[in-house]
Protein backbone atom coordinates (compact mmCIF):
# COMPACT_ATOMS: atom_id res chain seq x y z
CA UNK A 1 0.00 0.00 0.00
CA UNK A 2 1.25 3.72 -0.87
CA UNK A 3 -0.20 5.96 2.23
CA UNK A 4 -0.25 9.41 1.17
CA UNK A 5 0.47 12.37 3.44
CA UNK A 6 -0.31 15.61 2.20
CA UNK A 7 1.30 18.47 4.16
CA UNK A 8 0.15 21.44 1.66
CA UNK A 9 -3.04 20.89 2.43
CA UNK A 10 -3.00 21.57 6.66
CA UNK A 11 -0.54 24.20 6.64
CA UNK A 12 1.73 22.93 9.46
CA UNK A 13 4.85 24.46 10.23
CA UNK A 14 8.40 22.73 9.40
CA UNK A 15 9.07 20.79 12.97
CA UNK A 16 5.34 19.92 12.92
CA UNK A 17 5.68 18.54 9.52
CA UNK A 18 8.77 16.59 10.04
CA UNK A 19 6.89 15.07 13.22
CA UNK A 20 3.60 14.13 10.87
CA UNK A 21 6.26 12.48 8.53
CA UNK A 22 7.72 10.57 11.33
CA UNK A 23 4.73 9.26 12.85
CA UNK A 24 3.57 8.10 9.73
CA UNK A 25 6.82 5.96 8.54
CA UNK A 26 6.54 4.12 12.08
CA UNK A 27 2.49 3.65 11.42
CA UNK A 28 3.21 2.46 8.17
CA UNK A 29 6.03 -0.10 8.90
CA UNK A 30 4.04 -1.51 11.74
CA UNK A 31 0.74 -1.71 9.13
CA UNK A 32 2.85 -3.16 6.51
CA UNK A 33 2.94 -0.08 4.04
CA UNK A 34 5.29 -0.32 1.33
CA UNK A 35 5.63 3.58 1.13
CA UNK A 36 5.06 6.73 1.43
CA UNK A 37 4.12 9.38 -0.48
CA UNK A 38 4.68 13.07 1.01
CA UNK A 39 3.05 15.83 -0.55
CA UNK A 40 4.94 19.24 0.62
CA UNK A 41 4.59 21.04 -2.43
CA UNK A 42 7.95 23.15 -4.22
CA UNK A 43 7.73 26.15 -2.77
CA UNK A 44 6.45 29.40 -4.23
CA UNK A 45 10.11 30.50 -6.12
CA UNK A 46 10.91 27.14 -7.67
CA UNK A 47 13.92 26.94 -5.53
CA UNK A 48 12.12 24.55 -3.09
CA UNK A 49 10.63 24.91 0.51
CA UNK A 50 11.00 25.37 3.62
CA UNK A 51 9.42 21.67 4.43
CA UNK A 52 10.78 20.03 1.09
CA UNK A 53 14.57 21.33 2.35
CA UNK A 54 13.94 20.34 5.55
CA UNK A 55 12.27 16.88 4.92
CA UNK A 56 14.96 16.04 2.92
CA UNK A 57 17.73 16.43 5.04
CA UNK A 58 15.80 14.35 7.64
CA UNK A 59 15.65 11.61 5.19
CA UNK A 60 18.99 11.59 4.77
CA UNK A 61 19.82 11.17 8.34
CA UNK A 62 16.99 8.28 8.62
CA UNK A 63 18.16 6.54 5.90
CA UNK A 64 21.80 6.85 7.34
CA UNK A 65 20.89 5.42 10.52
CA UNK A 66 18.16 2.69 8.92
CA UNK A 67 14.80 4.06 9.92
CA UNK A 68 13.80 4.18 6.28
CA UNK A 69 14.83 2.21 3.61
CA UNK A 70 14.83 4.86 1.14
CA UNK A 71 13.50 8.15 -0.38
CA UNK A 72 13.32 9.99 -3.88
CA UNK A 73 12.16 13.18 -5.31
CA UNK A 74 9.06 13.08 -7.20
CA UNK A 75 10.69 13.41 -10.20
CA UNK A 76 12.24 9.91 -9.91
CA UNK A 77 8.65 8.68 -9.44
CA UNK A 78 8.81 7.02 -12.89
CA UNK A 79 8.24 3.21 -14.41
CA UNK A 80 11.89 3.76 -15.28
CA UNK A 81 13.54 4.36 -12.32
CA UNK A 82 15.32 1.70 -10.22
CA UNK A 83 14.00 2.82 -7.00
CA UNK A 84 10.55 3.41 -8.15
CA UNK A 85 10.43 -0.12 -9.91
CA UNK A 86 11.37 -1.79 -6.90
CA UNK A 87 8.25 0.15 -4.63
CA UNK A 88 6.13 -0.85 -7.69
CA UNK A 89 7.23 -4.73 -7.58
CA UNK A 90 6.41 -5.09 -3.59
CA UNK A 91 3.21 -3.69 -4.15
CA UNK A 92 1.69 -3.61 -7.68
CA UNK A 93 -1.38 -1.74 -6.82
CA UNK A 94 0.67 1.84 -6.25
CA UNK A 95 1.12 1.20 -10.23
CA UNK A 96 -2.36 3.59 -10.46
CA UNK A 97 -0.70 6.41 -8.71
CA UNK A 98 -1.83 9.80 -10.10
CA UNK A 99 1.61 11.20 -9.52
CA UNK A 100 3.51 7.97 -11.58
CA UNK A 101 5.23 9.33 -14.44
CA UNK A 102 4.15 12.77 -14.04
CA UNK A 103 7.58 14.48 -13.16
CA UNK A 104 6.55 15.87 -9.91
CA UNK A 105 9.14 18.06 -7.66
CA UNK A 106 6.36 18.81 -5.12
CA UNK A 107 6.24 14.77 -3.80
CA UNK A 108 9.24 12.71 -2.22
CA UNK A 109 8.61 9.24 -1.63
CA UNK A 110 9.61 7.37 1.01
CA UNK A 111 10.20 3.52 0.82
CA UNK A 112 9.79 1.71 4.01
CA UNK A 113 11.54 -0.99 5.95
Given at each position: ???V???????????????MVE???????FD?C????V?H????????????????????????????????????????????????????????D???????????I????
Amino acid sequence: MLKVLNLKEDFVSTDQALAMVEIEIEKCAFDGCVAIKVLHGYGSHGKGGKILIALRQKLRQWKRNGFIKNYFAGDKWDVFDKDAWEILQADKSISGDEDLGRANPGITIIAIK
